[in-house]
């Protein structure tokens, strides 16, 4: 059974930082593009960053040049530093592991952290 466990949420004043990672169970995560997205309510959830098996890394517009994400394969784990929050950054952030493999679409979430920017 596929587990992806997120940590690392929290209560942020604007400009702070946080770090939040994703450590997957259940699956060789080396073979996953893995990714956050985060969502707000009544929002569709919307990419933050993903990084590819291989290491190339993509990200939102919003969040370009403040958040870092990178990847530990042999711990199976996901890493997404965030710095200089703002408010509009507030959201749940959901880790994804994604794949595409003979035509078949792989496809897993976690169950969700919350980050808030607030003074």
């Known amino acids: 059974q596929v587990q992806l466990v997120e940590s690392g949420g929290g209560l942020v004043q604007p400009g702070g930082s946080l770090s939040l990672s994703c450590a997957a169970s259940g699956i060789t995560a080396s073979r996953y593009t893995m990714g956050w997205y985060r969502q707000l309510p009544g929002n569709q959830r919307e990419l933050v960053a993903a990084i590819e098996s291989g290491g190339s890394t993509n990200y939102g517009d919003s969040v370009k040049g403040r958040f870092t994400i990178s990847r530990d394969n042999a711990k199976n784990t996901v890493y997404l530093q965030m710095n200089t929050l703002r408010p509009e950054d507030t959201a749940v952030y959901y880790c994804?592991?994604?794949?595409?493999?003979?035509?078949?679409?792989?496809?897993?979430w976690g169950q969700g952290t919350q980050v808030t920017v607030s003074s």
């Open positions: 994804n592991l994604r794949r595409v493999l003979f035509g078949r679409d792989y496809d897993f």
